[in-house]
C-alpha cells in the first residue's frame, strides 16, 4: 500500500511518440526513460501511437516489459487520423501527467492541443529531422513552427538547436542533452573472430558494417560501393547491414551489379544487434543527416573502431584521429578512403577502439543524461531535486 501510494506522488512523465514498424534509434532512450528517471523521483510512462496490428508494436510491448518501461499504445491510422486526439486525451485524464514530452511532429501537435483541457508542462525533444520525402519535410516544417510554444526543447546536438532557435524557439527555453547509452548493456563478451563465427561469417575477412534503417538519407550505397571498390583492389572484406526499410530492394540490386551480392549480407532487423557489432571491424556510418546517433554511441562501447560523416552532433563524438575517422558527406572517394585506411591499419583501429570506450564512459554515459533531463523537469515544476539513493 505504501509502495503504491508513493508511486501515485511522483509526478508522471509521458514520453509520447508515433512508431511504425519496430522504430528508431530514439526507442533505445525512450523505452529506458522510465527506469533512469525513477532515482529523480518521476515516473515515467511511454506512449506511442501506432498503427493497428502492426506486429512492431508488439515487439516493442516486449522490449518495454523487459526495461520495467509502462507503455500505453493508441491506434493510429495515419496523420489525419483525428481519434488520437481524444485517445490521448482520456490518457492523460487517467494518467494526469506532470510533463507531456513530445518526441515527433504529430506528438508536438497534440500536446499543444491536450494541454488546453488536460494541464501539463510541455517538453519536446528533437532527435532530428532526417527522414527524406516531399511529405515529411512538411511535417517537419509544421513541427519547427509549434516547437516555439513548448516550454523546454531538448536537442540532442548543437546544430539542431541552431536550427529550433532560426525557427523561433526562445533560447532559454532550448537546451542540448547529447545521446547516451548505458553501459552495462554494452560490455564486449567476444572477440571479432569467435563472433563471427558464431554468426556464420568468414572469421579470417574483414567485416564493415553499418545498424540502422535501410533509408536514402543513410547513404549505405556509398558503402556498398566502397565495398565493391576495395574487394576489386583484393582486400577480403564484406560488408554486413543489420536494419530494414524502404531501400532494402535497391541496396540488393546494386549489390549484384557490382558483382558482390556474395559479399553484401543485408540480415535485416535484429532485436539485439550487439551480437553483430562485435562481429564487425570497423563500423562506418556515412548519413547525410543525423543528429547524434547512438549507433556510434553504441559500436564505441563495444570496441568497434568508427568512421563517420562530419554531420550535426558525430563531429563533436568524434576527435578525428584519436577516437575515429571523419569523412565528409557525399564524399565517396574520402569514404573509400577511410575505410581502406583503417582495414589496412590494426595498429590504427586499436588505438581508436581504446579512446572510443574512454569517450563513452566520460561523457556519453545514460545515468548522467538523466540527471540532466531530471533537471529540466525539476526547473520546469519548481521542484527540489532528488540525489539518487
Given at each position: 500500500m505504501v509502495d503504491s501510494v508513493a508511486r501515485r506522488e511522483k509526478p508522471i512523465v509521458l514520453h509520447v511518440r508515433v512508431m511504425a514498424g519496430q522504430g528508431g534509434g530514439p526507442e533505445k532512450t525512450i523505452l529506458r526513460s522510465p527506469r533512469g528517471l525513477a532515482p529523480y523521483g518521476y515516473r515515467g510512462v511511454c506512449v506511442y501511437l501506432h498503427p493497428p496490428g502492426d506486429p512492431g508494436f508488439s515487439?516493442?510491448?516486449?522490449?518495454?516489459?523487459?526495461?520495467?518501461?509502462?507503455?500505453?499504445?493508441?491506434?493510429?491510422?495515419?496523420?489525419?487520423?483525428?481519434?488520437?486526439?481524444?485517445?490521448?486525451?482520456?490518457?492523460?485524464?487517467?494518467?494526469?501527467?506532470?510533463?507531456?514530452?513530445?518526441?515527433?511532429?504529430?506528438?508536438n501537435l497534440l500536446g499543444l492541443l491536450v494541454s488546453r483541457v488536460c494541464p501539463a508542462r510541455l517538453v519536446s525533444m528533437v532527435h532530428g529531422w532526417t527522414v527524406e520525402g516531399r511529405r515529411i519535410r512538411f511535417y517537419y516544417r509544421l513541427d519547427r513552427l509549434w516547437l516555439r510554444f513548448y516550454e523546454r526543447v531538448i536537442c540532442v546536438s548543437e546544430d539542431l538547436r541552431a536550427e529550433c532557435l532560426r525557427w523561433g524557439v526562445r533560447p532559454e527555453r532550448c537546451i542540448v542533452i547529447e545521446n547516451a547509452i548505458d553501459l552495462s548493456e554494452y560490455q564486449r563478451r567476444l572477440p571479432p573472430e569467435e563472433a563471427k563465427r558464431r554468426l556464420g561469417l568468414d572469421p579470417v575477412g574483414l567485416v564493415i558494417g553499418n545498424v540502422g534503417r535501410l533509408s536514402p538519407e543513410k547513404?549505405?550505397?556509398?558503402?556498398?560501393?566502397?565495398?565493391?571498390?576495395?574487394?576489386?583492389?583484393?582486400?577480403?572484406?564484406?560488408?554486413?547491414?543489420?536494419?530494414?526499410?524502404?531501400?532494402?530492394?535497391?541496396?540488393?540490386?546494386l549489390a549484384r551489379r557490382q558483382g558482390i551480392a556474395d559479399r553484401v549480407h543485408l540480415v535485416g532487423h535484429q532485436p539485439d544487434p550487439r551480437p553483430w557489432y562485435e562481429a564487425m571491424d570497423l563500423f562506418v556510418s556515412n548519413s547525410r543527416r543525423e543528429g547524434l546517433p547512438n549507433v556510434l554511441l553504441e559500436a564505441m562501447a563495444l570496441g568497434v573502431p568508427v568512421a563517420a560523416t562530419r554531420i550535426a552532433g558525430v563531429a563533436r563524438l568524434i576527435e578525428p584521429e584519436r577516437t575515429g575517422l571523419l569523412v565528409e558527406p557525399d564524399d565517396q572517394a574520402g569514404l573509400t578512403d577511410a575505410i581502406r585506411r583503417m582495414l589496412t591499419d590494426a595498429e590504427l583501429r586499436r588505438r581508436l577502439v581504446q579512446a572510443g570506450r574512454n569517450t563513452v564512459e566520460t561523457r556519453y554515459s545514460f545515468q548522467s543524461r538523466m540527471a540532466k533531463v531530471a533537471a529540466v523537469y525539476d526547473d520546469l515544476l519548481g521542484r527540489r531535486p532528488l540525489s539518487p539513493g
Open positions: 515487439e516493442l510491448r516486449q522490449k518495454a516489459a523487459q526495461l520495467d518501461a509502462p507503455l500505453v499504445g493508441v491506434p493510429d491510422r495515419g496523420p489525419w487520423d483525428l481519434r488520437v486526439l481524444g485517445a490521448a486525451y482520456r490518457v492523460c485524464r487517467r494518467l494526469r501527467p506532470a510533463i507531456w514530452q513530445g518526441h515527433d511532429y504529430k506528438t547513404g549505405l550505397a556509398g558503402l556498398v560501393e566502397a565495398t565493391a571498390q576495395l574487394l576489386e583492389e583484393g582486400q577480403p572484406v564484406r560488408l554486413v547491414l543489420v536494419g530494414d526499410g524502404p531501400e532494402r530492394q535497391e541496396l540488393e540490386a
